[in-house]
């Protein structure tokens, strides 16, 4: 397999680096294993590479473990803001999956769900390739339930709790969601369960104390920026929020203004063991930045 990937990439130094770190995965007949020097070239199998990315930021802090059930197959985990769910772009060693596959030695994790990158708080991952189908299923089926926690501003005029139901579109190449004519296909329930202040400095506000609501949202579906778009709609976009309602230029290493989003909770039957499941996130908002910015 190595002098397979050798001819493919003419990059006999960096797949023999990749192979020794334990980088490089095979995936043949629904498993995942690690490549070493004797694996055997497996034709129709897929191998993975993960490319260097020499100028990738570091994002700071951890990913706290939630819940890992051995006999499941699923791990939860606390994740922080900023870091990525799964390689995707301009990031690859800094996202959930990777940093999980090489800490825990768990070379089939994937995730059963997504967060945004900058969303922090509960999110499901699958440790072994044979159950991963059987998660992303329940999720598919509407069978995760869960609850967001989100620090935006107050409106007075503003009736709730409300339900925003409209139909949310990503295009490829766009960085906004927009809301566009036709069925709904995105459905949250907005509440507003109470108050607090945040005052300048890291994950607070550059002009001083500054007062917000604290937002309990009940998505039930789970469209690219669904919460962020629908707060934004309703004329409170949430603290920190670089692209809603407007674009704002952050530098990838300015870590100082996080979203102020958390994915609070998660609840659902489990598939595999039938056991109910309640997780809950350790995080509470307001989340803290990491100061201005951070060396590379």
Same mark, same amino acid.
């Given at each position: 397999m190595v002098e397979h990937l050798i001819r493919l990439t003419g990059d006999e130094e960096g797949v023999w680096g990749r192979v020794r770190a334990g980088e490089v995965l095979l995936s043949a007949g629904g498993r995942v294993s690690t490549v070493h020097g004797g694996t055997p070239y497996a034709p129709g199998a897929t191998a993975y590479l993960y490319r260097d990315l020499p100028h990738e930021v570091r994002v700071p802090g951890e990913v706290r473990i939630l819940l890992r059930d051995d006999q499941t197959g699923l791990l939860a985990v606390d994740k922080p803001p900023f870091l990525a769910t799964m390689p995707r772009g301009a990031h690859v060693v800094q996202t959930v999956v990777v940093r999980l596959r090489r800490e825990l030695d768990l070379p089939e994790l994937a995730p059963v769900h997504r967060l945004d990158r900058l969303t922090s708080g509960v999110l499901l991952l699958s440790m072994r390739a044979e159950v991963r189908s059987t998660y992303q299923r329940m999720v598919q089926a509407g069978g995760l339930g869960k609850t967001y926690e989100?620090?935006?501003p107050v409106r007075d005029d503003l009736e709730l709790p409300c339900t925003v139901a409209d139909r949310l579109v990503k295009r490829r190449g766009s960085l906004q969601t927009v809301v566009e004519d036709g069925p709904v296909n995105a459905v949250t329930r907005v509440e507003l369960v109470g108050r607090t202040q945040l005052g300048g400095g890291p994950g607070g506000s550059e002009l001083g104390r500054v007062g917000l609501?604290?937002?309990?949202?009940?998505?039930?579906?789970? /469209?690219?920026?669904?919460?962020?778009?629908?707060?934004?709609?309703?004329?409170?976009?949430?603290?920190?929020?670089?692209?809603?309602?407007?674009?704002r230029e952050v530098?990838?290493?300015?870590?100082?203004?996080?979203?102020?989003?958390?994915? /609070?909770?998660?609840?659902?039957?489990?598939?595999?063991?039938?056991?109910?499941?309640?997780?809950?996130?350790?995080?509470?908002?307001?989340?803290?930045?990491a100061g201005e910015k951070l060396s590379r």
């Open positions: 989100a620090l935006a609501g604290r937002y309990r949202l009940t998505p039930t579906t789970g /469209q690219t920026h669904q919460l962020r778009v629908h707060l934004a709609g309703l004329g409170v976009p949430i603290h920190g929020d670089p692209l809603y309602p407007r674009v530098a990838p290493d300015d870590f100082s203004t996080p979203l102020q989003l958390l994915a /609070q909770e998660v609840s659902f039957t489990d598939p595999v063991s039938g056991a109910p499941r309640r997780i809950r996130s350790a995080r509470r908002l307001p989340v803290e930045g």
